[in-house]
């Protein structure tokens, strides 16, 4: 991916392969980030999750 100006005085350049590559590592980290809540949420008892959010026990 490539920019400049009208003039072609400066330029910017992002190589698409590095730019690939940021974007691989951050969704790695995103979904490595989310599974140990999910694991953790998905073996709560969700009716006893709720009562015992709103303060009454079953």
Known sequence: MRASDTDGASAFALPALRLGLILAV???A??????RPARHAARLNALRAITQEQGTPI
Do not use: D, E, Y
């Not at 995103?30 to 599974?35: E, F, I, N, P, W």
């Open 30 to 35: 995103g979904v490595l980030a989310g599974l």
């Open 26 to 28: 951050g969704l790695l």
